[in-house]
């Protein structure tokens, strides 16, 4: 009797696992809002692939702009003396741009886009774009273009 109950149970537990389906497989990740944008940037010809040019040329880009925003960054951090994370009235006046500017360079207040009268970097990045314009490292990292 106890074969005939074990050998019972073990055809139901046999069968109830052949007629249920395998777990589903986990869902792909979603890509980031910035890896959509980095993909549309490289995508030259906008057909949705990656040749392996399109991915050459997107990589040097990428690898350019990080450049650049790191020698902005560098730049940032050591104008920043107080090193609070902003660059205040005082050390603003230190610039090398505005100090070239003389009398034409434009106030803190045009650039303090948030008015808690300091620049961030994605501000002072703003800085840089206005004030040296042909400067590449400004293009570079503003297309990165956050704080």
Known sequence: MKALTFLAASLAL????????????PAAPSPTPQ?????ARMDANRDGTLSRDEF????????????AR???RQQFDTVDANRDGGIDATEYRNLLLIREAGAAAP????????????????????????LAPRNDAAADAAAGNDD
């Open 70 to 72: 790191q020698r902005l």
């Open 14 to 25: 046999v069968a109830g696992s052949v007629g249920a389906q395998a777990p589903a497989a």
């Open 35 to 39: 890896a959509d944008a980095a993909f």
């Open 107 to 130: 106030a803190l207040a045009e650039f303090d886009a948030d008015r808690d009268g300091k620049l961030s970097f994605g501000e002072y990045i703003e800085v840089v774009r206005k």
């Open 56 to 67: 050459r040329a997107g990589w040097v880009a990428m690898t350019r702009t990080l450049a």
